[in-house]
C-alpha cells in the first residue's frame, strides 16, 4: 500500500470540507436539498436506500488517496451529522487482499489511517473484521467508534445467480455472543429490528446490531457495488450515510435498465494531484511492432532510471528501485504464436540475462508477489513483474515505473487496470532528476496514435482522469539514455552583473534554493556567472526566477541557461521563450521585517474568548417543546415523517445509556466539538461554561440541556464563529488606520504561475480557443457568461502579454488578504510592459457587497508604485480593464475610506 503523508493534501482537504459542508446542510435542509445547494445538480436516490439517506460520491483519480480521506470522513460524520461520539462505520472493500491491508493499517496506531481516526476518537476506536464482528461485545459496539471492514460480497444473503450464500447468511442469524446487544431495548427499538418467525424476539443478528446502530458505510471503489444486489444488501443495515470513494463513479442513470448514477459532490481533477506532486506525469509512449525490441527499450528504460535512482540517493537519500510491469498475452489452447508470460519470462531470463531473483509473474497458478514481504525494501531484488490483465489486487508500489504490454490493445480495458499501478509519485515528492518524474510506456504496437489513444482511454476509463487532462499527459518517449548521459553536463551561463544584486547577495540567494536546485547551481562571484548541472527544469528555473527577483537582469540570463541546458534553440519554439510570471504579493512590515500580508499582522493570538459576553447565548439556543420530536413533512403518500437526519439522531442516542451530566463535564464536551485553533481550550471552557451558567439562569434544567447538547454545540460553534467575525472585522479596519504605510508589494515576496503546479478543478471545455493563457489548459472556467466574457476581452487585448485564470482557494493561485479569509480574483495578466494586471468580475447583482475586494485590491495596486493594476468590472463594462491598463483610474476610491 502506498505510503500516506499525515498533512492531508489541499484537493482532500477541500473535498472533505465539501462532505462536511453537505452533512452539516442535510441536518435542515434533507440530502435532496443540501447536494442541489452543493452542486446544482439534482440528487438521484438509490433503489431500496430509504429516502432521504444522504448517499455521495467522493471522485478521487488512481493515485489520489482514498483511504486516508475516508479514515478522516468518520470523525466528519459523527460530528456534523449523527452527532455522536460512538459512531458504528461499516467500511466496505471491493477484495479480501484489500482488506487485509486495510484492517493492518486501521489497527496501526502508528499509520496516518489510525491517526486520522485518533484525532476524533483518540484511543476509542475498535478495528474489526467480519468474523470479529460477530462476536463483538456492547462495550465494544457503544465505547467509541467501531469500525467494521468487510467486502460487500460477505454480507449478501444470496449470490448473483439467485443461490443462497453461505457466508453472507451468517450475518443475519442468531447469534448467541450478540445476545446482550438486544437487552433493554425499548419498544420503538424493537420495532425497527427483523424477529424471530414466529415471535416478537429480535434475530440477535450482526444485521440487527448494525440496523439498531444505524451505521455509516464507506464504500471503496464503489462503481463495483453499483448492482440491485448491492443496493438492496445496503438497505437491509438501515444505513444513517453512504459514503462512496471511487475513481470512476457510474455517471449513466437510466433505471429502467437497472444503472443508478452516483451521486458526486466533489471532483478531483489530473491536475490537482500533478500539482501536489501526488503522481507521474506525462506518460512517455513508445511503440514498436516487434515485441522482443519492445521488451528491450523497457529493459534499457529501466537501467536509465535505476542510475538515475542512484544518484537522486546519492543527492537526497531517497531510495528509489524501478520497476517495469511486463503485460503478456493470455494462453490461447491451440495456439502457440500468443506472447504468455512463461515466453516473456524466458526471453528475459535467456535472452536478456537477467537474474531469476530479479523476476516475479503474477498470473494463473503463478502467485509470485505472494512471497514479497515489501516490494520496497533496500534488500528486495524485484525489478520486473510479469502479469495478464490483473495484478495481485491491492498491490500498490510507487516503485513501478514503466509498462511494457505484448498483449494485443484491443480497448482501454484491456490496459486500465495495469496502467494506474505505475502512476503514483514515491513519498508524493517531485524527484531532482525530471526523468523520475514520469512514467514510462513501452507497447507492441504499429500505431503510436491509436495506441496513445487508447492510454488516454485507460487513464479515463480506469484511473479517474478528465478526458481534456489526458491531452497533454500522453506524449512521445525521448532517448532516456541520452536525457541520463546530459544530466551530468555542466551548462555555464554569460556574465551576470547589476549593481542591484552584488555578487554577495546572489550567492545569498542560492543558499536559500531548495536543495535540489541548490545542488546543481553555482555563481562563480569572480568570473560572475553561474553554472548548472544537467538540464534545467521548468521548476528549477521559476526557483530561480524568485531566488533572483530582485534584479531585473537576472531573468534573461536565467533564461538563456535553461535553455542552453536543455539544448533549446531560443528563437524556435514559444512555450520555452515565455517570460517568468512572477506576481508581487502584498506585504506588510513588521518590526522592520517584510512579510506576506495575513491574518496574523491584525489578530493578536490567542483570542481571549473569555473575556466575551456569552448571555446572547439564551437567545440564539431553544430547547424544542417536548412535544416536537423533529421536523414534521408530510410525504406525497399522505404519510407524515420526521426529519430523517434527526430521527437517525434520536436513534443513535437511544442505542448508549449516558452517566449523569455535570456543568465542568458537559462544558468539556461541548468544547471538544467546536473547531477554535485560535482560543486556547481554557479560554473556550470558560467562555462556554458561562453560557451554560446564562442558560441555568434562564430556567433551563442542566439535564434538559445535556439532552439537546448537539444541538447547543451547534448554537455555540455559530456564536463564536459571529464573535470571531466582528473581532477580525475591526482588527482589520483599525491597522489600515494606524498602519497603512507600512504596506507594500516586493521582490522578496512574490508567488510564480507554473504549468508544473497550476491547479484546477475543471477544464475549460468550451469551443473557443485562447491563445494567450499562461497554460496550455484554461482551469474553471466556464464556455460562457460574463466571466467567460471577460476572459475573451483580456485574451484580445494588445497589451496582454499573457493572462491566467486564477483558481480559488488553491495554493499556488494569488490572493489577498480579507478580513475572513482569502480573496482571490478570477484573472492574473502579465503585460507586454512587464506590468502585473489583476481583474475581478461582478456581476451586477453582486457588485455592491464586494467593497472589501475593491478596497484590498487597490491598496495592492497602490503599495506597488505603478508596477500593479487592480480592477473590478462589471455590467460588461470590459472598457475598464483597458482605462485601467492605459492609465485611467480603476475604482472609485484608490485608498479605501473604511480600511483608512
Known amino acids: 500500500m502506498a505510503a500516506v503523508n499525515f498533512e492531508l493534501k489541499e484537493y482532500q482537504q477541500a473535498a472533505l470540507e465539501k462532505f462536511r459542508k453537505y452533512l452539516r446542510d442535510c441536518t435542515s435542509d434533507g440530502a435532496n436539498v443540501a447536494f442541489y445547494k452543493a452542486t446544482n445538480l439534482p440528487f438521484l436516490p438509490a433503489p431500496a436506500v430509504a429516502d432521504e439517506t444522504p448517499y455521495v460520491c467522493l471522485r478521487i483519480p488512481t493515485g489520489g488517496g482514498k483511504t486516508i480521506m475516508a479514515a478522516h470522513s468518520v470523525g466528519i460524520a459523527a460530528k456534523e451529522y449523527l452527532q455522536a461520539s460512538n459512531p458504528m462505520v461499516l467500511w466496505l472493500v471491493p477484495s479480501t487482499p484489500i482488506l487485509e491491508q486495510t484492517v493492518d493499517a486501521l489497527k496501526n496506531l502508528d499509520h496516518p489511517y489510525r491517526v486520522a481516526l485518533a484525532k476524533d ?60 446487544h438486544f437487552s433493554g431495548l425499548s419498544e420503538e427499538q424493537e420495532a425497527r429490528l427483523d424477529k424471530v418467525e414466529g415471535t416478537n424476539r429480535p434475530i440477535a443478528s450482526l444485521a440487527n446490531l448494525l440496523k439498531l446502530h444505524r451505521p455509516m458505510v464507506i464504500v471503496d471503489e464503489a462503481h463495483n457495488a453499483r448492482s440491485p444486489l448491492s443496493f438492496d444488501t445496503l438497505s437491509r443495515f438501515d444505513p444513517s450515510l453512504i459514503l462512496e470513494l471511487t475513481a470512476t463513479p457510474q455517471v449513466k442513470n437510466d433505471p429502467a435498465k437497472d444503472l443508478h448514477a452516483s451521486n458526486v459532490l466533489y471532483s478531483v481533477s489530473a491536475a490537482e494531484l500533478k500539482a501536489e506532486e501526488m503522481i507521474k506525469m506525462p506518460i512517455r509512449l513508445t511503440t514498436d511492432r516487434d515485441w522482443r525490441r519492445t521488451i528491450g ?63 516475479v509473474v503474477h498470473s494463473g497458478t503463478r502467485k509470485d508477489l505472494d512471497a514479497v514481504t ?79 489513444q ?59 534554493l531548495p536543495a535540489s536546485v541548490r545542488n546543481r547551481l553555482e555563481f562563480d562571484e569572480d568570473k560572475q556567472s553561474f553554472s548548472y548541472k544537467g538540464a534545467m527544469t521548468k521548476e528549477a528555473r521559476n526557483h530561480i526566477h524568485l531566488a533572483l527577483s530582485k534584479s531585473a537582469k537576472a531573468a534573461p540570463v536565467v533564461d538563456r541557461l535553461f535553455a542552453k541546458s536543455n539544448n533549446f534553440q531560443t528563437s524556435a519554439a514559444t512555450e520555452i521563450n515565455k517570460p517568468a510570471f512572477i506576481v508581487p504579493m502584498l506585504a506588510f512590515t513588521k518590526q522592520g521585517k517584510l512579510e506576506l500580508f495575513s491574518q496574523e499582522h491584525f489578530l493578536d493570538l490567542p483570542w481571549r474568548l473569555d473575556e466575551c459576553d456569552a448571555s446572547d447565548i439564551v437567545n440564539r439556543f431553544r430547547i424544542i417543546d417536548q412535544t416536537e420530536t423533529g421536523q414534521i413533512d408530510v410525504t406525497a403518500k399522505g404519510k407524515v415523517e420526521i426529519n430523517f437526519a434527526q430521527r437517525v439522531q434520536g436513534d443513535l442516542a437511544a442505542v448508549v445509556q449516558e452517566p449523569a451530566w455535570t456543568e465542568a463535564r458537559l462544558a468539556n464536551w461541548l468544547d471538544t466539538g467546536i473547531p477554535h485553533h485560535d482560543i486556547t481550550k481554557s479560554s473556550a471552557i470558560i467562555f462556554i461554561s458561562k453560557a451554560l451558567k446564562a442558560l441555568l439562569q434562564s430556567g433551563l434544567n442542566l439535564d434538559v440541556i445535556a439532552r439537546h447538547k448537539y444541538n447547543l454545540r451547534q448554537a455555540l460553534r455559530l456564536f463564536i464563529s459571529d464573535l470571531r467575525g466582528e473581532r477580525q472585522s475591526g482588527n482589520y479596519s483599525a491597522l489600515f488606520k494606524a498602519q497603512a504605510d507600512q504596506f507594500s508589494t516586493s521582490a522578496e515576496v512574490s508567488m510564480i504561475f507554473d504549468e508544473q503546479r497550476y491547479s484546477y478543478n475543471q477544464p475549460y471545455a468550451g469551443l473557443t480557443k485562447f491563445n494567450k493563457h499562461y497554460t496550455s489548459i484554461v482551469g474553471d472556467l466556464k464556455p460562457s457568461g ?59 447583482h453582486l457588485y455592491e457587497s464586494e467593497e472589501a475586494k475593491r478596497q484590498i485590491g487597490a491598496v495592492w495596486a497602490e503599495a ?37
Open 121 to 180: 476518537f483518540g484511543r476509542n476506536v475498535n478495528i474489526m473484521t467480519k468474523p470479529e464482528a460477530l462476536a463483538m461485545s456492547r462495550a465494544d459496539a457503544e465505547g467509541g467508534a467501531c469500525i467494521i471492514v468487510s467486502t460487500i460480497q460477505s454480507f449478501r444473503r444470496e449470490k448473483p445467480n439467485g443461490e443462497e450464500n453461505t457466508e453472507g447468511l451468517k450475518v443475519y442469524q442468531d447469534a448467541g455472543s450478540l445476545m446482550d
Open 297 to 359: 527499450a523497457a529493459l534499457d528504460c529501466q537501467a536509465s532510471l535505476e542510475e538515475a535512482a542512484k544518484a537522486e540517493q546519492t543527492d537526497t537519500g531517497e531510495y528509489i528501485r524501478p520497476i517495469v510491469l511486463f503485460q503478456a498475452q493470455s494462453s490461447k489452447k491451440g495456439d502457440d504464436t500468443r506472447i504468455t508470460y512463461d515466453k516473456v519470462e524466458e526471453f528475459l531470463k535467456n535472452d536478456k540475462r537477467i537474474p531469476e531473483d530479479q523476476i
Open 374 to 452: 515489501d516490494i520496497a525494501a533496500t534488500d528486495c531484488r524485484v525489478r520486473y513483474v510479469i502479469t495478464v490483465q490483473k495484478l495481485k489486487e491491492g498491490w500498490d508500489c510507487p516503485f513501478a515505473y514503466a509498462l511494457c504490454s505484448v498483449a494485443e490493445q484491443s480497448s482501454s480495458t484491456a490496459i486500465e487496470q495495469i496502467l494506474g499501478r505505475i502512476l503514483r509519485m514515491p513519498r508524493a515528492k517531485l524527484k531532482t532528476r525530471p526523468a523520475l518524474n514520469q512514467a514510462y510506456a513501452f507497447v507492441a504496437s504499429a500505431s503510436f496514435n491509436d495506441t496513445a
Open 454 to 512: 487508447q492510454l488516454k482511454d485507460g487513464l479515463v476509463d480506469g484511473a479517474g482522469f478528465n478526458k481534456i487532462d489526458t491531452e497533454t499527459l500522453v506524449t512521445a518517449q525521448p532517448d532516456i539514455g541520452f536525457e541520463a548521459m546530459a544530466d551530468e553536463t555542466v551548462h555555464e551561463s554569460e556574465t551576470f552583473e547589476d549593481p542591484a544584486m552584488p555578487p554577495a547577495d546572489v550567492s545569498y540567494a542560492i543558499t536559500r
Open 786 to 844: 460574463e466571466e467567460f466574457d471577460c476572459a475573451a476581452y483580456l485574451d484580445n487585448m494588445d497589451e496582454v502579454a499573457y493572462w491566467i485564470r486564477n483558481v480559488e482557494s488553491k495554493k499556488t493561485s494569488f490572493w489577498l488578504q480579507l478580513p475572513h479569509g482569502k480573496f482571490y480574483p478570477d484573472f492574473v495578466a502579465l503585460l507586454t510592459d512587464g506590468r502585473i494586471l489583476v481583474v475581478e468580475y461582478k456581476g451586477g
Open 864 to 900: 506597488s508604485d505603478g508596477k500593479c493594476l487592480f480592477c473590478m468590472p462589471t455590467e460588461k463594462d470590459f472598457e475598464l480593464i483597458s482605462r485601467t491598463v492605459r492609465g485611467g483610474s480603476s475604482t472609485p476610491d484608490i485608498m479605501p475610506k473604511v480600511l483608512l
